[in-house]
């Protein structure tokens, strides 16, 4: 890849919501979102199933080399919180992540990940509060959750009740677009 076609590219470092769990990968939002905005900036999906932030953290500096993003959209956490990791651990990575975009020169956007009710007020309050208190300590955008809306409509999702299905993304697609837009300065 050139550095010229990686000057603009917003890379995607996720999990299974991103990676488009049990569907084509051109099926997921990522891709559906580069094709929506014909690659103006090119969106990368370097997503992976069952990541936690810690896997995230340990394959970014590959992907930081090869890509050389722009933009790093850090969709990672809810599987340390599914395995009820604790909270100060995932802060404390995803705090990492977060050093380690800036240290590429790129920008790091930080989404807010929400656990289902049923981990407890506690564990789930405190869960949350990391994304906000993250997007304030390195003034960076914190973008809405959209599993929030997916969740409300059970025909998006898939029957494990956690993963939207490929009937939310181009849903998705378009929410995303409308939240990263004036992130990533798209024309």
């Excluded at 590219?9 to 769990?21: I, N, R």
């Excluded at 995230?56 to 919180?81: C, F, M, S, T």
């Amino acid at each position: 890849m050139s550095r010229f076609a990686a000057a603009d590219t917003l890379m995607v470092l996720g999990d299974s919501l991103s990676a488009g769990y049990r569907m084509a990968a051109t099926d997921a939002w990522p891709s559906l979102l580069d094709k929506k905005w014909r690659q103006q900036p090119k969106v990368v999906n370097a997503s992976i199933s069952g990541d936690t932030a810690g896997q995230g953290l340990a394959r970014l500096p590959a992907l930081l080399k090869q890509y050389q993003p722009q933009w790093v959209l850090i969709e990672l956490g809810g599987n340390d919180g599914l395995r009820g990791f604790p909270p100060q651990n995932i802060e404390q990575d995803l705090s990492k992540i977060i050093a380690d975009v800036r240290a590429a020169n790129a920008r790091p956007l930080l989404m807010q990940i929400r656990l289902p009710a049923n981990y407890g007020r506690r564990y789930t309050e405190s869960f949350s509060e990391i994304y906000p208190k993250l997007a304030q300590q390195y003034a960076i955008p914190l973008v809405p959750f959209f599993m929030e809306q997916v969740y409300l409509k059970p025909e998006w999702m898939q029957q494990d009740g956690i993963h939207p299905n490929p009937d939310a993304q181009p849903w998705i697609a378009a929410l995303m677009a409308l939240e990263l837009a004036p992130l990533v300065k798209h024309e």
